[in-house]
């Protein structure tokens, strides 16, 4: 389809009006100076970078790029105070005049395939939104395995030929999950143990460590930009906080990645591609094994 009219704005204009009814968001100083990114000489790309803060959200931080008639790309994500052991909000689109590719989940602090405790306090109550958009949205297929550990009962993984009716679809399925995490934020209590503090802080930085090292849109992003603004954008404003929330590094946490030489193996999966199907149920039980 042509894309001209096909633009992912009202997605990030619907999350900011709908944050700023239950909270006040300010600048995220740490990240201001990406606003006014661009891309490489001759390249028609343009970035749209924002990103703030609010008393329970460390970082809310969102990356749109509109290439002309050849694609556009959402990545828009929010991080909590480690106070709060809140999911993390995140919403990754890329669309080209043929395909679309979609993640549209509250990504568990936890893995919610081992802390039960976990699951049910954020994700039961949601599972009849999941079963919503399972239906209109089917199963992407196979996918890195490794990423499913940071993924939800309910996540949305799906392509689709691009389509004004399924950009339209995606937009309620954004606004519907978006609402459901508002209201956890609004809902979720400060937390004052410190170990639990620390424990939270210390999940949300090994997703970002993931995020950092593994994003399937690095490759485009250095396209567009170049390596070294492409990796700047990556550890300090996408994923900001990987190197300040932890001092683990990418091999602490994922150690099946070590070459022999002790750098990070390139590939995205050590595990390979799995899940053919969507591995939940209905109840957000795991079926994947
Ligand atoms: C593909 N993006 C994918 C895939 C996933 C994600 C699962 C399918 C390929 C795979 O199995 O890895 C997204 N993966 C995620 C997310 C998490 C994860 C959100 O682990 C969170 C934990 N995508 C972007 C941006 C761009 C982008 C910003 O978010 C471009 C600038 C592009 N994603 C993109 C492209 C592909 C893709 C081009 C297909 C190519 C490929 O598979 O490498």
Known sequence: MDLSGLSFQKFVDFALDHTRLRTTLTPHLPSQKFKSIKAKDGNKAVLTALS?????IRLLRSLAIADDNAMRVLDFGVFPEPEYDLPIFCANFFATASRSIVVLDLNPLYDVTVQRDYKEKYFKKLMPLGQKYAELFPWGGKITSESMKFFSPIVIWTTFST???KHDDLYSAFVD???AWLELMD???EEKDVPQ???NREAQHKYLT???????????????VGESLAKDLVRNFLFEGVDTLGTNTFLDYFPEYRCEDGGVNQKRSMIGKSYETRPWDAKGEFTGG
Do not use: M
């Open 52 to 56: 703030f803060q609010s008393p329970k």
């Open 163 to 165: 389509s004004r009716d």
């Open 177 to 179: 999950y978006y609402k």
């Open 187 to 189: 809902e979720a209590v």
């Open 197 to 199: 503090i620390l424990h």
């Open 210 to 224: 993931w995020r950092a090292e593994k994003d399937p849109g690095y490759p485009l992003l250095k396209k567009l």
